[in-house]
Structure formats: C-alpha cells, structure tokens
C-alpha cells in the first residue's frame, strides 16, 4: 500500500504543527501544502520548519484549485477557520475533488449546533463524493466533550455535568492574544464586546450539543457568557503582555438547560500566566448521578499540541469511516499512532 | 420500531443489576432470562429484584436452548464467565441464533491476547450469522484500556504508560470475596496459588494488548505479579471480613515490554475497607510523551455499577456495528442512555 497522502490547507501554528507531526510518523507523506502569506509561498516547507527530513520537497502553494487538482491526497487537514461559515465553501472544495477533510474549526466539531443546514449540505456532499468531512480538536472535540461522553459509558444514569477547562494561554502566539484581547483595558474589551470583535472560546455550543445529542437529551436552552478576567499584577508570556488593571484573559462559562435547570455546565477560564496569581491549571470533569465520577487532568492538556495530535490522530479513522458528515461521538476513540500509519486502514 | 429485545444469560450480581438498569431505560425490553441458580427457575425477574414496574413477566429459565429457539432478542448480555475458554460456547450457541452478544468475561475484552484462535473462530461466526460479539465491562473493558487509548489521541507521541486502579472491593458480594482470597491467611494464599485458585484480577493481558495494538506498537513481552495485601487491623465489609495478619485483598501488578524497557505498567490493588488503613482509592493514568498527561478519577469508578452500565449502554453499538468480533477499540465511544434506546439505532 503506497503511503497515505495528505495535503495541509492553512500553514498557520496548527498547520505546522500538524507537519512536523506527520514527519515523525510513518506510513505517511505530505504531497501538498496551501497558503497565503507571502513570507511562505514558493518555499519548502522544510525550510520554514527549519527541520531536516528525507521528506520529498513540498513547496507552499497559494493556488488552492491548481494544488487540489494537480495533487494526489487521501486527506486534507483544512486548518483555516474557527467558523462554520467560513469554511464551508473550502470544505465544499475539498469533498469534490474526492478527499476526506479534517478541520480545525471550532464549530466543525459539530456543525448541527449552530448550522444545522451547512452541515446537512456537508453530509450530503461527502455522501455524493463518497468521502469523510471531520471537525476536531482539543477543545471542542475532546476535553469538554467527547471525554465527559466516554464518563457517562460507565453510569446507569446522569443527573448533571459539569466540564471546567482552566488553561494558561501562555504557549499562544499573537493571534490568540489579540483574538482573548490578552493586555486590553476594561474600555477597550467592553468596546470589542460591542464590536463583535472578541471571540473568546469557541465551542460551547458545539461541546453541549455534542454531549446532549450522544446521552438522547433533548435540550430546551443553551445560554452562554464572557467576563474579563482582570490581573492584579503585571503578567507576561513571549507573545503576551498583561499589566496590572487589564486583561489576562476571558472568563467563558455556558450552560445547556433542560426544562428549566442546568444539565450541563461549561467553565472555561483563558489566561496568560495563571499561576502568577495562584491559578492552578487542570481540566476537570464532574459528572453527578449513578455513580458520581470526578475526573482531573492536572496541568490542562496543552490546548495546541492537543489539537494538532487529534487531527493528525484521527486520520486514519476519517479514512475508515462510511462517507458524509462525522463528528467524534460517531467515530472510535482517537489513539496516538506509534507504528505505520497504514496499519490503521480498514483492508 | 419495536423495542429492542434483550436477553440476560446469568442472573448473578451483574445480571441482576443489568436487569434494574434496563427497568430505567426507555425503548428497550426483557424478553427472556437464563439463569441455573435452583431459588430462582421458574420464578419472576420482578420479584427476585424487589422491584415493581408494568414490564412484562419473564420467568427465569434455566433451559437455554429452549430460550433461545423460542425468544426474539436483537442482543444477549453474558454474564457467566471470567474466562473466553468458559464463554465461548455460549457465545457460539447465541451466535448461531443471529442474536448479538455482548459478554462481561474479562478475557473476552481482547480475546486476541489470551485465546488469538478462539477469537478468529469467533470472529469467522460472528460474521457467518451477520451479528456482533463485544466483549467490555468496567475494567477490562474502559478505565486500564480504552481511557488510556482515548487520552493518548491528544498526543503527539508517547514514551510511557502507567494505569493506576486503587479500588475497594468492599461492595462486593461473596463470590469476589472468595475470588480475591479476602479474610484467608498467608498460608492458604500460597497454598492457592499453588492450585491456581486465586484468580486476583483478570484483565492485564487484555488491557495491555488491547492499548499497544491500538497505538501500533508491538510488545516484545507481557508479564504480570501477584501479591497479597496483608491487613495490620481488623476490618469488615458487608460480605467479607479480614482479622488482621490477613489478607485484605490482592495487589495486582503487570507490564508490557518493549524492547526489554516496561512501556505500559499497570497497577491494580484491591482490598475491603482500603480508608482503614489510609488508602485512598481511585484511577489514575499517566502518560509521558508530548504532552504529559496526568489523570486522576477520585474515588475510582465503582466495578460493579461501571460494569453494569457499560454493557447496558453498549447494546446501539453492538447492533449497529459491522459484523464480527468487534472490541472498544473498534466501536464509537460508550455513552449513558438517558433518552429512548432506538434513537441511537442506525437506520
């Protein structure tokens, strides 16, 4: 079996991480890579990594129609939006040259949360053309979610949830710092609230529905909130910088209702620097009925490494999957791949 | 759609309590019992469980093929064996009904470790009559294995394992008692060991393979380690009672090789009233690799109710599973069940 072929649409920090993954694998070759920074285009990508590899040189292609319809590939990891809508026509392009996809977008974790018509038209789609169109990631798609859906297969019943993601957004480059507005004034964050210009997490909707769609509860709400998260002291992390008085970060916390009450229970404080304050990092999950379980992964799993493993992890399983739209619950469990990657695939 | 037709073979502890669950759950129903137990032929389910509901009778039988030939059931729950030796032919008797089954053995979690032919054979059958044979349970089956697997697809790479189970057995009933040589002196432990009746934990080998196959590596060895834990100060559950200088329960100890170096190391101890002597239970798994993870479930998830749930909440996903012998590494994540079973049927 020829090695599994994967082309990278987005060279951005998961992109390239996703391709220095897939160097330390087996079973696997990177034939295409797409983007739009002008630093990048027409470079091997080797060079940006600054890594050595035996790897066949792949030169960054800003010609998305020219590279998927001169490339051979098993997968595209569409690492370009947090968005549904934004990448709806990528992925509508992806599919019809006849490849799986995998995104990075938050909300292609579970596109039926908030485009339940996108993402019928997605199924669709990767119905007509026989292939796999995936959403993951660390969070949405393991961490407050598919992690809290696996707990629950170990309780006859489940009275409430509780999922708490406490992570330092230190490792972050610049694009995370301005998108969690990392070091503005109050002033300034009220004024981005009303601009919608500050993202904050994305993926409540998806991680709730997600869990409430795979337990067979019908939801009657989804409600969620942002509060800065204000330093007292000046805090600093190589791409952010937080005096004393602005943001270290945003507090999102968001609640699925079931006829009236909270079933399931989102908190997510982002920051950079938490420990300068005494804030201890950890994913926490809190599941009360029968029996209570309480889960802690103390640090946080690394929200950008986790991300890029999960991708890279799940190809093999994109491949194997009957055709149309998927989303984690639908999928066996990721797994890290220490062997060739080719021994994942369903003869 | 009808309901979904369960058939129970082996009405013991675990039986008992798949029985109350399934009273719980929506669009599934009991249509036969299979149990050789003389205080129960013949009698009502409903009151050997103390329970009222409007479910209809179903009288413990004790002819199984009688049962078989005359009951319409979409899955069996198996609840009589530890051992694939012991269980299989029963499964195969089930199998040749065209009925799913889903088994509680512990070896039947990855039979490809201890009986590779017996798994073949099964899996040759399964696919004959067009049904699904799972093995699963709390552990083997999801706290040692399959969690393990499902936090390494947040990583990129991974070095060690250790999966740590700390649990009580003081909920346990007589059979585990005995099982785990709880109250018996130093001496008859040895001499039990001698005649290869202490069983101690069943499920290493499983969990074990059940992770290195998953992740693509292949253990150059398997071992495993019994010792007795030796209590100092009396203590007493509801089924079983240790003097002190007795034994408590069993530590359980296992590791798979690779290369001469222990890349998954597992930890098991299980005794009555562990807070007697300041034990605290729980599970724990830590991986090192890229990220570190560090997970601890305080206190561990409770076996016999883990058990129970996850065979109940497995049925969709055995009868929506390809044919075959299918394990949890192969199916979608376990999920409580709190809305109508059906809809988790595929159409």
Request: charged residues 20%; aromatic residues 4%; proline residues 4%.
């Amino acid at each position: 079996m020829d090695k599994i072929k994967v082309i990278i649409w987005g060279f951005g920090a998961m992109g390239r991480g996703m391709a220095q993954m897939l160097l330390l694998k087996k079973g696997v070759e990177i034939t295409g890579i797409c983007d739009l920074n002008k630093d990048y285009v027409g470079k091997d990508f080797l060079e940006i990594l600054n890594m050595k590899s035996d790897h066949p040189s792949i030169k960054i292609n800003s010609d998305i129609d020219h590279l998927l319809s001169t490339t051979i590939a098993d997968v595209v990891l569409l690492c370009t939006d947090s968005y549904v809508k934004g990448a709806f026509d990528k992925i509508k392009k992806i599919v019809s040259y006849k490849m799986n996809c995998i995104s990075t977008a938050e909300e292609m974790a579970y596109p039926q949360a908030s485009e339940p018509q996108l993402a019928k038209q997605i199924d669709n789609l990767a119905k007509a053309f026989n292939v796999t169109v995936l959403g993951t990631g660390i969070n949405p798609g393991f961490i407050m979610d598919l992690l809290v859906v696996a707990l629950t297969g170990t309780m006859v019943d489940v009275e409430h949830i509780e999922a708490k993601r406490v992570n330092s957004l230190s490792p972050f480059g610049p694009t995370v710092m301005h998108e969690q507005g990392v070091g503005i004034s109050l002033n300034e964050y009220h004024k981005r609230i009303m601009d919608l210009t500050l993202a904050g997490h994305v993926g409540f909707n998806e991680s709730i529905h997600m869990i409430s769609d795979a337990l067979g509860v019908k939801l009657t709400g989804f409600k969620q909130q942002m509060e800065p998260i204000i330093t007292n002291i000046d805090r600093k992390s190589t791409y952010g910088e937080a005096k004393a008085g602005t943001l270290a970060g945003i507090n999102m916390t968001g609640q699925g209702i079931l006829h009236g009450d909270v079933f399931i229970d989102m908190i997510h404080p982002q920051q950079i620097e938490p420990e300068s304050e005494g804030v201890q990092t950890g994913d926490y999950i809190n599941l009360r009925g029968t029996p209570n379980i309480n889960m802690a992964i103390t640090p946080e799993i690394n929200g950008g490494i986790g991300t890029i493993a999960m991708c890279v992890n799940m190809i093999p399983h994109a491949i194997n999957a009957k055709s149309g739209l998927k989303t984690m619950i639908d999928l066996p469990v990721p797994r890290a791949i220490l062997g060739d990657m080719r021994d994942l695939i369903d003869k």
